[in-house]
């Protein structure tokens, strides 16, 4: 059964420094997104990817994030500058149009 | 704007009980409703979406457009059923999905 993959599993980066944070979505889904969840708290939407382009974005995602299809199979998340309230579980998901499957997520902490 | 309120943050119920996770929402248009399980360690998997009425793990759930709901619940509950449920609304255009702030579910033997 097809996945979304995210990579790596686990990161840890300093504060102020970029991180770039991968997924491979499911190969015939045309809507894309991440999501973050902080420990203990909900999951939030960051935003959402659609024919290239930015669908929706919530408050959260700000200048630090911007997101980026490389190629036709990778799906990114770069934050720019790290702060600590940025450490989080982040989640990619895909969808055709309606469900979305997700990834297993990466942990990021920032120290 | 969209909302999900998932009143209850703790759920706890005996083996065989009946359970029901209770999802209110806010949407001024036409919404997708999603039930989305975490077993533990796991990632997020969809159990239910209000469109295909369909019956996953024993676990039904019915949209109410009048009280704004869409409830889970399963009629005898197991322990393979502890787990962290959310219930998530998607707007218009496969957009946005607003989760609720979810329900912990621990069903004891």
């Known amino acids: 059964e097809p996945e979304v993959t995210q990579t790596p599993s686990h990161q840890v980066t300093q504060m102020g420094q970029e991180v770039i944070l991968r997924c491979v979505p499911i190969?015939?889904?045309?809507?894309f997104y991440w999501y973050r969840q902080i420990l203990g708290q909900k999951v939030e939407f960051l935003v959402s990817?659609?024919?290239?382009?930015?669908?929706?974005k919530s408050e959260i995602f700000d200048d630090q994030f911007s997101v980026e299809r490389p190629d036709g199979s990778n799906f990114t998340l770069k934050i720019r500058s790290t702060k600590l309230e940025d450490s989080a579980m982040y989640f990619c998901?895909?969808?055709?149009?309606?469900?979305?499957?997700f990834g297993q997520g990466t942990r990021l902490t920032v120290v | 704007a969209q909302r999900v309120t998932q009143p209850e943050k703790l759920l706890s119920v005996f083996k065989g009980a009946p359970v029901e996770l209770k999802c209110n929402y806010s949407?001024?248009?036409?919404?997708?409703l999603f039930w989305y399980v975490q077993y533990s360690r796991q990632r997020l998997q969809l159990l239910l979406r209000?469109?295909s009425r369909e019956s996953i793990k024993g676990f039904t759930a019915d949209l109410n457009k009048g009280e704004t709901s869409f409830h889970l619940k399963k009629p005898f509950a197991q322990e393979e059923d502890s787990a962290m449920y959310y219930c998530?609304?998607?707007?218009?255009?496969?957009?946005?999905?607003?989760f609720g702030d979810g329900t912990t579910l621990t069903v004891k033997p």
């Open positions: 209000h469109i």
């Open positions: 190969s015939n889904h045309l809507y």
């Open positions: 998901a895909s969808s055709e149009a309606g469900e979305a499957f």
């Open positions: 998530a609304l998607m707007g218009a255009n496969a957009g946005k999905s607003t």
């Open positions: 949407y001024s248009g036409s919404p997708e």
């Open positions: 990817f659609y024919n290239n382009e930015i669908s929706e």
